[in-house]
């Protein structure tokens, strides 16, 4: 069972330990392919917010799953951060106000520093159709899918401590 991640109490064989690891790690994986899977499907949809990705080109699809990937770590990420805050796996249940400010502030903060680097590199380019966050000049589906998707995946993967 996931439980605490630091706070388990040591047995004279030291099962609870390594049953604790193995558990945080089985967890990890499936919030990363839950991640993925989820953050896949939100790719495709805003394919058309971005210039230069035609849905039929086999291209584009590679490039959504490759961002995928990439959304899948970030998830990992943003998991890591509210565990190092909170001191536990499950830091996301029941939401209350500090956890939800954890993964809206993380979401956001990943989602337009990536967001301002792309864009000013020219590693991907809006079209006319994405809603541009005015403040920071950055395209609204993206920052949306870091505020909403991460919780989402955690909630959808991460087992639910048995105690």
């Not at 799953?65 to 970030?74: C, L, N, P, Q």
């Not at 830091?91 to 993964?103: A, D, S």
Request: proline share 6%; charged share 10%; aromatic share 10%.
């Amino acid at each position: 069972p996931m439980g605490y991640i630091h706070k388990s109490r040591p047995r004279a064989d030291g099962l609870n330990q390594t049953s604790n690891v193995v558990s945080t790690v089985r967890n990890l994986l499936t919030l990363f392919a839950v991640s993925v899977a989820i953050n896949f499907v939100w790719e495709m949809a805003q394919m058309p917010l971005y210039e230069d990705m035609p849905f039929d080109a086999l291209s584009s699809w590679w490039l959504c799953f490759r961002a995928s990937i990439g959304d899948g770590v970030i998830v990992l990420t943003i998991w890591a951060i509210g565990a190092a805050v909170y001191n536990q796996s499950d830091w996301f249940r029941p939401l209350h106000l500090g956890n939800i400010t954890v993964l809206l502030m993380s979401g956001a903060a990943i989602a337009v520093g990536i967001e301002i680097h792309a864009i000013g590199t020219g590693r991907w380019a809006y079209s006319a159709l994405m809603p541009i966050l005015p403040v920071a000049n950055v395209g609204l589906s993206p920052l949306v899918q870091l505020l909403l998707l991460p919780f989402i995946s955690m909630k959808l993967a991460v087992k639910k401590p048995q105690y």
